[in-house]
């Protein structure tokens, strides 16, 4: 039974920052990929960043680069999600995710997700 809640979503003004968590059970793969995905309304759910427990290789989608930072405390099963100069756009739902495997963007290739995190950005 693979368990990961979120934490750390909240009200922020544009400009500002939050930090997301992710705490992970459940699972005692070698190697494993997570990461962080969100949904707002009205939209499909997308990647937003991934990492995993192995390697230091991590992704971003092109509209996060630069200012959200992806990072992993493996002896806390913990990751974490910097989010820096925050937009309106950035408004969703955020999920954490794993799989079994390689990190990746792809929403499909998981099937273990957390409850998610609202973050709303708005002056």
């Known amino acids: 039974q693979v368990q990961l809640v979120e934490s750390g979503g909240g009200l922020v003004q544009p400009g500002g920052s939050l930090r997301l968590s992710c705490a992970a059970s459940?699972?005692?793969?070698?190697?494993?990929?997570i990461g962080w995905f969100r949904q707002a309304p009205g939209k499909e759910r997308e990647g937003v960043s991934c990492?995993?427990?192995?390697?230091?290789?991590?992704y971003y989608a092109d509209s996060v680069k630069g200012r959200f930072t992806i990072s992993r405390d493996n002896a806390k099963n913990t990751v974490y999600l910097q989010m820096n100069s925050l937009t309106p756009e950035d408004t969703a739902v955020y999920y954490c995710?794993?799989?079994?495997?390689?990190?990746?963007?792809?929403?499909?290739?998981?099937?273990?997700w957390g409850q998610g995190t609202q973050v709303t950005v708005s002056a």
């Open positions: 995710a794993v799989r079994k495997g390689a990190q990746t963007l792809l929403v499909s290739d998981y099937n273990n």
């Open positions: 459940g699972f005692t793969w070698d190697y494993f990929g």
């Open positions: 990492i995993s427990n192995y390697d230091t290789i991590t």
